[in-house]
């Protein structure tokens, strides 16, 4: 593949040298952005090459942007990109970056003793706060009052816990409080009937 300059315009050209088809770049799935960005170097390029020799700082500056322009087209499609410096004319092959190899993480010893600790903790606070609830509405209103917060209490709480599950840390106070609602459940039902 080859970008090019067209009038204002930057194209991507495939192999076949002077004859070869020449495309836009808005409509290869390059992201709208480096497109846009193509297209801006382009009329910068086209711009500095009709003001002539005196602008040769603006020139350095348009040809490094194309070859950083060159380097990314080249890393989002995969392959080859020959670039030819709009102000020299000199032609570059810039070849796609090398994937880096896949890195194993490191597996540590899961930390049993403080986890269950910490999830020991968190049923305890958890039942502890709806027994509390729950008691303190049946004996003050009513059971299905008791009921119905508890319900609101659970609901409330549940999404939170179902998306920390699986935050490293964070998992075992999840694991915790989810043991302590379903118990704490056997404690409304029996304080509110």
């Known amino acids: 593949m080859e970008l090019r300059i067209r009038g204002e315009q930057a194209v ?4 076949g040298g002077e004859h070869a088809r020449e495309v836009d770049p808005r409509r290869l799935a390059i992201g709208a952005d480096l497109a846009q960005a193509l297209h801006e170097w382009a009329r910068v390029a086209s711009a500095i090459a009709k003001s002539g020799p005196e602008t040769e700082i603006a020139g350095t500056v348009v040809s490094q942007r194309g070859r950083q322009l060159a380097t990314r087209l080249a890393a989002v499609m995969g392959t080859q990109v020959r670039y030819v410096d709009p102000v020299t004319g000199a032609g570059i092959v810039v070849d796609p970056p090398q994937r880096p190899a896949r890195v194993r993480a490191v597996r540590e010893p899961t930390p049993w003793a403080t986890g269950l600790t910490v999830s020991v903790f968190a049923a305890v606070l ?56 379903v118990l704490a459940w056997v404690g409304v039902l029996a304080t509110v009937f």
């Open 12 to 15: 991507l050209a495939g192999p």
């Open 126 to 181: 958890v039942i502890v706060a709806m027994l509390a609830l729950a008691g303190t509405l049946a004996r003050e209103t009513s059971g299905w009052l008791a009921l119905v917060a508890s319900v609101v209490v659970t609901g409330g709480v549940a999404p939170s816990l179902w998306l920390g599950r699986r935050v490293l840390i964070l998992r075992w106070a999840v694991y915790g409080a989810a043991a302590g609602l």
